[in-house]
């Protein structure tokens, strides 16, 4: 019938996934469609700009979904924790508790949970659409992208991101893929570094260390990477009695994966058919677990039969070395076995403050006491003490017409874990814009004297390019690469400026040193009990959710910024924020030692 007839529908283009910034995955002779922005490198512009290509909608651009999220991997992670232990305990002929083994390999098992999800779903969300044609799987060799230990993971390692897409790819066979020759490169093989050359004087505190570290006591406290000044650590070990000592890990053992093995290892089957994540993660961690718990764990077992360390110490601290430091992870999950008890210090900001925080729940979990700068919630462990890393510390340290400093982090391109952080490229680009939305604001006597602080090796390794950014947007801004001390730009200036959630604005308040900071609620979500004293500094001018706003105020108290510092109603709101967040007590010798003198959660029968 006229008007009715059938019509021949327009061809849709079909487009070749693109999982890497890898080119030898691209086509530049079909349409390409991104698993994400971190395929388009913001220093390789030139090879993607105009392009007839696309990107698909980061997930956890969706911050409900990822607070969601988080909940489910946690689930995932402890059920796989569980069939881990009892794998490795089987093929090792041990018969560790759930404890050891969390202590051990939980920090390499929950970020590799994380990654691995993050991995996944984009891939599922690129099989939702319907104009993917195909894809390019390169083939590296799947025995150099198994790391050696924890420090051997890299999420920024484009070949391994790669071959977790690949996986995740086959394993949905969701696309038709081609196989594009791979090379040998051996990224992810080892953590190692080169020795450096050892001068005389460095021979002769090894030559003292190794002396003291054969007089060992039994029952001492064992202290490693504490944070603590050295001396505020000699002092705290003769009020305990003994000779002072600064310990030392030797790096883990550095294994070659053995495929054969892998091929047969495998953890218990789950009754989670229903899941197809669960099935792929359990069939993942036989591929992927570092050497150091499979192969290596021999070896590891002797590193720890050579050491000095005491054989039962009467407590173990440290507020460092509970991830990427497998030889202490060892030897302190064995102590805890016999009842000693493990303290870890909080190491940092963002703790008790951020609403996800993956690292806590790991770090709460393990230890008998989990010492925080002056927070507490429910949990048994928590214990509020003090902010360790600011003991000896001068207070109220700047210049009244010094320099304005604003300290950043770069941002990974890709996701790293669940954390309540910006996520991935478009969040870290979202970031760095808010800073140079800040800089823009300011008026120019400020902006004259502005100094960005960011660690331009980490910007250059994370492909994040802030630095280049920043030049070109703003050239004449002193960058400071943060090769030198933070404690020198602090004495050089009037204002510290912090544009993230983490240690230093902390530290800086603590210390009474002038401090403004901003950041994006949206994507540095504040746990609910926190939120209310961020108010308070929000209410004096000092905490910011707006980077404009923040600019505006510099710019309002820059020719005095001690007078509008000092006035009460900003000393007060410093004072009651530092009370929870970043405690000051008289006589931290004391309180320390109280902190240390406990029973271990196995001796009280927990």
Same mark, same amino acid.
């Given at each position: 019938?006229?008007?009715?007839?059938?019509?021949?529908?327009?061809?849709?283009?079909?487009?070749?996934?693109?999982?890497?910034?890898?080119?030898?995955?691209?086509?530049?002779?079909?349409?390409?469609?991104?698993?994400?922005?971190?395929?388009?490198?913001?220093?390789?512009?030139?090879?993607?700009?105009?392009?007839?290509?696309?990107?698909?909608?980061?997930?956890?651009?969706?911050?409900?979904?990822?607070?969601?999220?988080?909940?489910?991997?946690?689930?995932?992670?402890?059920?796989?924790?569980?069939?881990?232990?009892?794998?490795?305990?089987?093929?090792?002929?041990?018969?560790?508790?759930?404890?050891?083994?969390?202590?051990?390999?939980?920090?390499?098992?929950?970020?590799?949970?994380?990654?691995?999800?993050?991995?996944?779903?984009?891939?599922?969300?690129?099989?939702?659409?319907?104009?993917?044609?195909?894809?390019?799987?390169?083939?590296?060799?799947?025995?150099?992208?198994?790391?050696?230990?924890?420090?051997?993971?890299?999420?920024?390692?484009?070949?391994?991101?790669?071959?977790?897409?690949?996986?995740?790819?086959?394993?949905?066979?969701?696309?038709?893929?081609?196989?594009?020759?791979?090379?040998?490169?051996?990224?992810?093989?080892?953590?190692?570094?080169?020795?450096?050359?050892?001068?005389?004087?460095?021979?002769?505190?090894?030559?003292?260390?190794?002396?003291?570290?054969?007089?060992?006591?039994?029952?001492?406290?064992?202290?490693?990477?504490?944070?603590?000044?050295?001396?505020?650590?000699?002092?705290?070990?003769?009020?305990?009695?003994?000779?002072?000592?600064?310990?030392?890990?030797?790096?883990?053992?550095?294994?070659?994966?053995?495929?054969?093995?892998?091929?047969?290892?495998?953890?218990?089957?789950?009754?989670?058919?229903?899941?197809?994540?669960?099935?792929?993660?359990?069939?993942?961690?036989?591929?992927?677990?570092?050497?150091?718990?499979?192969?290596?764990?021999?070896?590891?077992?002797?590193?720890?039969?050579?050491?000095?360390?005491?054989?039962?110490?009467?407590?173990?601290?440290?507020?460092?070395?509970?991830?990427?430091?497998?030889?202490?992870?060892?030897?302190?999950?064995?102590?805890?076995?016999?009842?000693?008890?493990?303290?870890?210090?909080?190491?940092?900001?963002?703790?008790?403050?951020?609403?996800?925080?993956?690292?806590?729940?790991?770090?709460?979990?393990?230890?008998?006491?989990?010492?925080?700068?002056?927070?507490?919630?429910?949990?048994?462990?928590?214990?509020?003490?003090?902010?360790?890393?600011?003991?000896?510390?001068?207070?109220?340290?700047?210049?009244?017409?010094?320099?304005?400093?604003?300290?950043?982090?770069?941002?990974?391109?890709?996701?790293?874990?669940?954390?309540?952080?910006?996520?991935? %490229?478009?969040?870290?680009?979202?970031? /760095?814009? *808010?800073?140079?939305? #800040?800089? =823009?604001?300011?008026? +120019?006597? $400020? @902006?004259?004297?502005?100094?960005?602080?960011?660690?331009?090796?980490?910007?250059?390794?994370?492909?994040?390019?802030?630095?280049?950014?920043?030049?070109?947007?703003?050239?004449?801004?002193?960058?400071?690469?943060?090769?030198?001390?933070?404690?020198?730009?602090?004495?050089?200036?009037?204002?510290?400026?912090?544009?993230?959630?983490?240690?230093?604005?902390?530290?800086?308040?603590?210390?009474?040193?002038?401090?403004?900071?901003?950041?994006?609620?949206?994507?540095?979500?504040?746990?609910?009990? %926190?939120?209310?004293?961020?108010?308070? /500094?929000? *209410?004096?001018?000092? #905490?910011? =959710?707006?980077?404009? +706003?923040? $600019? @505006?105020?510099?710019?309002?108290?820059?020719?005095?910024?001690?007078?509008?510092?000092?006035?009460?109603?900003?000393?007060?709101?410093?004072?009651?924020?530092?009370?929870?967040?970043?405690?000051?007590?008289?006589?931290?010798?004391?309180?320390?030692?109280?902190?240390?003198?406990?029973?271990?959660?196995?001796?009280?029968?927990?």
């Amino acid at each position: 019938m006229e008007g009715n007839e059938s019509r021949p529908m327009a061809a849709t283009k079909r487009r070749l996934l693109v999982t890497t910034s890898d080119q030898r995955s691209w086509r530049r002779d079909q349409p390409l469609l991104f698993i994400g922005n971190w395929c388009r490198l913001p220093d390789e512009r030139e090879r993607w700009e105009g392009l007839d290509a696309e990107v698909i909608p980061y997930h956890w651009d969706d911050r409900d979904k990822f607070r969601a999220d988080y909940a489910y991997l946690q689930a995932c992670y402890e059920a796989a924790l569980a069939n881990l232990a009892t794998a490795l305990n089987a093929h090792h002929g041990t018969q560790h508790g759930l404890r050891y083994w969390r202590i051990l390999l939980g920090p390499w098992l929950y970020l590799f949970t994380h990654v691995l999800f993050d991995r996944w779903t984009m891939v599922a969300k690129a099989a939702e659409r319907d104009d993917v044609d195909s894809t390019l799987l390169i083939n590296d060799p799947g025995d150099e992208l198994i790391p050696r230990d924890l420090r051997g993971m890299s999420p920024d390692d484009l070949g391994w991101n790669h071959f977790l897409y690949a996986c995740a790819i086959r394993e949905q066979g969701c696309l038709t893929w081609e196989e594009v020759a791979g090379e040998s490169r051996g990224l992810m093989q080892t953590s190692a570094t080169a020795d450096a050359p050892v001068g005389a004087g460095e021979t002769l505190r090894k030559a003292i260390r190794a002396f003291l570290d054969r007089l060992v006591l039994p029952g001492e406290a064992f202290f490693l990477n504490t944070g603590l000044p050295r001396s505020f650590s000699a002092r705290l070990q003769l009020k305990l009695g003994q000779i002072p000592k600064f310990w030392r890990s030797p790096p883990p053992p550095q294994v070659a994966p053995d495929m054969a093995l892998r091929g047969v290892f495998e953890l218990p089957a789950e009754n989670v058919t229903d899941d197809p994540f669960r099935v792929f993660l359990r069939k993942m961690i036989p591929l992927q677990i570092p050497t150091v718990y499979l192969e290596g764990y021999p070896a590891l077992m002797e590193v720890l039969r050579c050491l000095p360390w005491p054989k039962r110490p009467r407590v173990i601290f440290t507020s460092n070395s509970f991830q990427f430091d497998e030889v202490f992870q060892a030897w302190a999950a064995a102590r805890t076995q016999e009842g000693v008890p493990l303290v870890i210090g909080q190491h940092g900001g963002f703790y008790g403050v951020g609403e996800v925080v993956a690292g806590e729940d790991h770090q709460v979990e393990i230890s008998d006491r989990f010492l925080t700068w002056g927070w507490r919630d429910a949990r048994p462990s928590i214990y509020p003490l003090f902010a360790l890393t600011n003991l000896d510390r001068k207070q109220g340290v700047g210049k009244p017409d010094g320099d304005l400093l604003l300290v950043t982090v770069p941002i990974r391109m890709v996701s790293f874990k669940n954390s309540s952080w910006p996520v991935a %490229a478009n969040q870290s680009q979202a970031f /760095l814009s *808010d800073q140079l939305a #800040f800089a =823009e604001a300011l008026d +120019a006597p $400020a @902006r004259k004297q502005l100094v960005l602080r960011i660690h331009q090796r980490t910007d250059e390794k994370l492909r994040s390019a802030y630095v280049p950014q920043w030049r070109a947007t703003f050239p004449k801004v002193e960058v400071d690469p943060s090769v030198t001390p933070i404690e020198q730009r602090l004495q050089s200036s009037r204002l510290f400026v912090y544009t993230y959630n983490s240690t230093g604005f902390l530290e800086t308040l603590a210390r009474n040193i002038p401090t403004v900071m901003f950041w994006n609620p949206g994507q540095w979500e504040l746990r609910a009990e %926190a939120r209310p004293l961020f108010k308070v /500094l929000a *209410d004096a001018g000092i #905490f910011f =959710e707006d980077p404009v +706003a923040a $600019a @505006r105020h510099v710019n309002a108290v820059w020719h005095d910024v001690v007078s509008w510092w000092l006035q009460p109603q900003i000393q007060h709101a410093v004072q009651a924020f530092c009370a929870q967040y970043a405690r000051s007590v008289a006589d931290p010798e004391r309180e320390l030692l109280a902190a240390l003198t406990f029973e271990s959660r196995l001796a009280a029968g927990k």
